[in-house]
């Protein structure tokens, strides 16, 4: 399916961003029955857990870092 590799300012590179690209999951030979959907995927590296971890979301507006922000909070609660 198609990638796009988004631009990553230097603050979120920094705070452990390491890729962000826009790709389509499904099939194209399938898009008939079931449509492509857009999604992005964030790369991102956590210096305290000395992990990486990569975020698939349908969220296309916040910024990368926003996104593993999101991601961190909601396994804090968990």
């Known amino acids: 399916s198609e990638k796009v590799d988004l631009p990553i300012s230097q603050q979120n590179i920094d705070a452990g961003i390491q890729r962000d690209r826009l790709v389509q999951l499904g099939r194209p030979s399938n898009e008939k029955k079931t449509p492509l959907i857009d999604a992005r995927v964030v790369d991102y590296y956590d210096v305290e857990k000395k992990r ?5 979301t349908n969220d296309l507006v916040r910024s990368p870092l926003e ?4 991601y961190k909070r909601r396994w804090q609660i968990e």
Do not use: C, D, M
């Open 52 to 56: 990486s971890f990569t975020f698939i």
């Open 67 to 70: 996104i593993a922000n999101l």
